[in-house]
């Protein structure tokens, strides 16, 4: 699974056409990667580039872990007034969420199609803020390639009337959930490419000591030239380093979610995100969630029988429920060989790293 050098031959020339996908997923103006009737021709990677200055912890920005937010840069003229959320022409509905819902748009200062995403009721509660507030931050702090970040916060119009936000980030054409389950083919060069960027903006933002906690296809933006860009940090939070304090358990789609999560255990770390890498890398591969399951604990069980049972010293910090289940049933070899039938592309070395990657405890 190495990549080559800058003379790599191209990948990314028939991934998703728009005749397969729709325009509906791809952008109107060509400012925003190539144009909806196919796929750039130029190579999509030619191997790492040095991210945009060295990552800094959140706490760089000023003040403690819990306050001091960056201020975001406006991208348009300095000249050009804020638009108001009325002033920004409405195109299309991209994505919905828990917590928004994303818009692409048209810049009345520019031109320039981007997205713009609602976050309504964000003063609902102090959960609510401090999940906004995080967020925010965060989106104003990233710069990196393979990170989604904030171009502008569109001010409100009434001080008084201040419930909701809408923050302008770049356009993406499309999500790596929808390129999985459409029937494009994914060559061997394809997945490399994906996984490569999926990894190099995790390392970006675990460097910064900032976990996603909620790493999926469809969180995964990607353009036409195979550009890809981690994005929506609703649950992203600062790393805990004191492993007596509590983390929330809600978090990570459950397709996605690590064996320490689905266990209650009350402290996780960034293994988390590489665990969630790992079934996407799997899903890449054969075209199909890995582990999918109706319930957390027969998502529990279906791990088990690709792991095999863990040892007793992975349960330590199991809650007394999810040890119970896994002692009381019967013992069971891994049966890490099913991976190589995946597809043809799970070779050796790729069913090596997806071992590297699931593993049931993230200290081994």
Not at 102 to 127: C, E, H, I, Y
Request: proline share 9%.
């Amino acid at each position: 699974m190495a990549f080559h050098g800058a003379g790599r031959q191209t990948v990314c020339g028939d991934l998703f056409p728009g005749s397969e996908l729709g325009h509906k997923y791809f952008c109107v103006s060509s400012s925003c990667g190539a144009p909806s009737t196919g796929l750039s021709a130029t190579p999509c990677l030619t191997g790492p580039t040095a991210p945009a200055g060295t990552p800094r912890h959140p706490t760089a920005l000023g003040g403690s872990t819990g306050g001091g937010a960056a201020v975001p840069q406006p991208y348009s003229n300095p000249a050009s007034e804020v638009p108001s959320p009325a002033e920004m022409e409405p195109d299309r509905p991209i994505g919905y969420g828990a917590f928004g819902v994303v818009w692409s748009v048209t810049d009345p200062r520019d031109g320039r199609k981007v997205a713009l995403k609602k976050m309504p009721n964000v003063f609902q509660n102090l959960v609510s803020c401090k999940r906004v507030f995080r967020e925010l931050r965060m989106l104003c702090f990233f710069k990196h390639d393979n990170v989604l970040s904030a171009l502008d916060i569109l001010q409100p119009p009434q001080i008084d009337c201040f419930e909701e936000i809408y923050v302008i980030t770049e356009l993406m054409q499309s999500d790596l959930h929808k390129v999985i389950v459409s029937p494009q083919p994914l060559t061997t060069d394809h997945i490399k490419v994906f996984l490569y960027q999926i990894l190099r903006g995790l390392k970006y933002l675990h460097s910064a000591g900032i976990l996603h906690r909620d790493i999926k296809p469809g969180n995964l933006l990607v353009n036409s030239n195979c550009l890809l860009k981690i994005c929506d940090f609703g649950l992203a939070r600062v790393e805990e380093p004191d492993p007596s304090r509590h983390m929330t358990q809600e978090v990570v789609t459950q397709y996605y979610r690590a064996p320490e999560v689905l266990m209650g255990c009350r402290h996780y770390s960034s293994a988390i995100d590489v665990w969630s890498v790992g079934c996407i890398f799997a899903e890449l591969l054969g075209r199909r969630i890995l582990f999918q399951a109706q319930s957390p604990i027969q998502q529990l069980d279906l791990i088990t029988d690709l792991l095999g049972t863990p040892p007793l010293s992975a349960l330590a910090a199991a809650c007394e429920g999810a040890r119970a289940h896994i002692l009381r049933g019967p013992h069971k070899p891994p049966s890490l060989s099913v991976l190589y039938m995946l597809s043809d592309g799970a070779t050796h070395e790729a069913v090596h790293l997806l071992c590297r990657m699931l593993v049931f405890d993230p200290v081994s």
